[in-house]
Structures are given as C-alpha cells and as structure tokens.
C-alpha cells in the first residue's frame, strides 16, 4: 500500500517539474548577492537583503530564501520565507508564493497549513488552480482523508487540468478501485493514456491489474 510519504514524494515531483520560478525581483536579488559564496554563507546574505532593501527587493530575497531552503529539504524555513514574501506581493506573484508555500507545508508534514495555502491559491489564481487543488487533495491524502481526496481530485479533472492531469488521473484510479468504483478507475485510466501517452503515470496505467495491485500493496 503507498504510504502517504511515497504519495507526497510523487505528487511534489509532479508539481515542481511543471512551473518555474516568478521573477518578484529575483534577478535583482541575485545580482546583490557576491557569487561564490557557500550556501551557509548564501541565508545570511539574503536575509540582510530581505531585512535592508525597500519593498520589491525584500520579497524578492525572502522567495529566494524560501527557494533556497525548500532545495535543502528545510521545509519549516521554506514556508516561512515564503509566507513573509507572499505578505509583500499582490496577484499572480502572492499567488505563486502561497502556492510555494504549501509544497513547503507538505514536505514539513503539515497538512492543515498547506490546505491553507492551496485553498487561497485556488481563489486567487486562475492559472494555479489545478496545481492548488492537486496540492489540496494531497493534502487530505497526508491526513488520511481518502474521501475529501478523491472528491477534490474529481473536481480538479472536471476541467483542463494541465501538467497536474496525469498524477491526479493516476491517483484518482487508484482511490476509485480502492472504493469499488471499477468504471470511474477505467475511465480515468483510458484519459491518462490518450491524453499523456509518454507520462511515467501512463507507463504505470498500462501495466496488467495484477502489477498494479502488487505495487499499491509496496510500502
């Protein structure tokens, strides 16, 4: 059976591999920063950054940190710094940084606080709504919420779901064969395949049922 680490793991690789990074004067940033310096010395660099320059500059550097500390698996530093920047952005940016936020909460394995951060990111954010709502969803997931994760995933693959479709197809299936919903499993499965042939999720889908199930059986 996937644990709820192995799901997280996956889902995170999905969502990071599909957007890139705001610019919220990140480039300014960086060109402040002395090159070369270690990443002990890169935090300190940043934060007198964060804490020296006017608006723009300060969120700027309190994303990169967040980037930054997400990179190390420093999820708690992550989410903060990403919250403090999200606090000095307005629309698509504070959008983005929340968004960021919430991977940071997943991977510190806290559900209620990236549920936060997904739900507003889903309001604010056209663009990021699938990718919100996937976050949601495995969210409910690292809870052991399987209903209200199967529910969100479902209303997320109502509509064009872009890069997050095919680990939310392929976690859907899963979820509906574990409720005895054997159609709802299928037809998901036939999307995953037709619409995103060459995903690792389709290899997955195109295994024999027998496959599939020892492998959810694996921790």
């Known amino acids: 059976m996937h644990t709820a680490r192995s799901i997280l793991l996956a889902g995170l690789a999905a969502v990071l591999a ?3 990074s705001r ?3 990140i480039e300014s940033v960086w060109a402040r920063v002395p090159p070369g310096l270690s990443g002990d010395s890169l935090s300190p660099a940043l ?3 964060e804490a020296a320059g006017p608006r ?3 969120a700027g550097a309190a994303y990169a940190l967040g980037q930054f500390h997400f990179a190390r698996g420093e999820y708690r530093l992550s989410a903060a710094a990403f919250g403090r920047a999200a606090a000095r952005l307005d629309g698509a940016d504070r959008a983005d940084a929340r968004y960021r936020q919430g991977l940071s909460w997943l991977g510190e394995r806290e559900p209620g606080r990236a549920r936060a951060a997904f739900e507003e990111v889903a309001m604010l954010s056209a663009s990021l709504r699938p990718l919100a709502l996937f976050g949601l969803a ?3 997931a690292l809870s052991g919420e399987s209903d209200h994760e199967l529910e969100t995933l479902r209303r997320l693959l109502q509509s064009p779901a872009g890069e997050a479709e095919p680990a939310a197809l392929e976690r ?3 979820l509906c064969e574990r409720a005895h919903r054997a159609a709802d499993a299928a ?3 036939e999307r995953l395949l037709r619409r995103w042939p060459r995903s690792f999720e389709a290899a997955l889908a195109a295994r024999p049922a027998s496959a599939r199930a020892e492998g959810s059986r694996r921790p």
Do not use: E, K, W
């Open 172 to 174: 859907y299936a899963v």
């Open 18 to 20: 599909s957007i890139g």
């Open 47 to 49: 934060r007198q950054l």
């Open 56 to 58: 723009a500059m300060s």
């Open 138 to 140: 495995q969210s409910f």
């Open 187 to 189: 037809g998901a499965r």
């Open 23 to 25: 610019a919220c004067a």
